[in-house]
């Protein structure tokens, strides 16, 4: 590509960037390399100025390496050691702008990022002073009371462990997605996900599907890979997981679920009618607990 090539090839990206049209006189020019490296200059500030969201985005997701990125970040005053905590915001309806100028006036902190991911998801990293503690948690709790009253809208937050250094940040956006699709399948019911809280889940994640078939097939048998069983509907479920939240303890149990003892004794026959598992025992049930995990990770699949 000769100079004159080289040039209007740099005056159309400026112009395709920014809408402005250089009006360069190429006979006149004494260095035209130079005017060259000046008006890429002036586009990748451009692109830097305007597309701040893009750089985190590519960045958190694996599309940019640490090195470019920090040449970046540099640039856009970004600290390297404070505390942050990255939430991954799962909505159940396109509420973008609503979400975005809620949650800049709940953080009026300028160094906390706002920003949309994919369909219904949104990245927020929130900066918080390092000498204050600060419980992850209750601030996700807050972030969704906030969404709930002001839009009543039913969100879903997932979330790592907080980042002391910017460059960790990444591993937990990975770790932040990981939770939100291991929530959505093992934790349905949980709004807040932590990803030192999914326990089993991270686990069942990562073993093959013929590996819990098999699991399934030596502790329930065939049957139970190809229909669905009343003892794993959602309401059965919902009593063997209180029950096990709450150490085995009948009355306890019975009480949280606003059922009565022999309704409880009931349900808990049932379970063990059908799959022979007393889960009244400490074994059977954790054997219970997995192969519900399982079936519902299989059908997911």
């Known amino acids: ?58 960045w958190l997701s694996g599309e940019m390496d640490d090195e470019e990125f920090f040449s970046y ?14 939430y991954l915001i799962s909505l159940k309806h396109d509420l973008y702008p609503e979400v975005i100028t809620l949650l800049k006036n709940l953080l009026p902190d300028s160094k906390s990022w706002i920003l949309p991911h994919r369909k219904n998801q949104l990245i927020l990293v929130c900066r918080f002073p390092s000498k204050k503690s600060v419980n992850i948690k209750e601030k996700a709790y807050e972030i969704l009371d906030t969404l709930n009253t002001e839009l009543m809208e039913q969100a879903v937050i997932a979330c790592d462990e907080m980042t002391e250094e910017l460059r960790q940040l990444p591993l937990s956006f990975r770790r932040a997605q990981l939770t939100l699709k291991v929530g959505s399948v093992f934790y349905p019911d949980r709004t807040i996900c932590l990803y030192t809280e999914m326990g089993l889940g991270n686990l069942l994640n990562d073993l093959s599907p013929e590996v819990c078939r098999e699991y399934i097939r030596t ?24 029950f096990l939240k709450n150490d085995l303890n009948i009355a306890e149990t019975a009480r949280q679920l606003h059922i009565h003892r022999n309704t409880l004794l009931y349900r808990l026959e049932q379970i063990q009618n059908e799959t022979g598992l007393d889960i009244r025992r400490f074994e059977c049930a954790m054997t219970y607990r997995l192969c519900a995990m399982i079936l519902l990770y299989l059908k997911s699949l």
């Open 219 to 242: 502790s329930l048998g065939e049957d139970y890979l190809t229909s669905d069983s009343l003892v794993f509907r959602s309401d059965i479920l919902q009593t063997a997981n209180c």
């Open 1 to 58: 590509m000769n100079r004159t090539q080289t040039l209007k090839k740099a005056v159309e990206e400026f112009e395709k960037l920014t809408g402005l049209r250089l009006d360069v006189d190429q006979d006149s020019l004494t260095n035209p390399e130079e005017t060259v490296q000046r008006i890429r200059i002036l586009s990748k500030a451009y692109k830097e100025a305007n597309n701040r969201e893009d750089i985190l985005r590519q």
């Open 73 to 86: 970040a540099d640039r856009m005053h970004i600290n390297d050691k404070e505390q942050r905590c990255l």
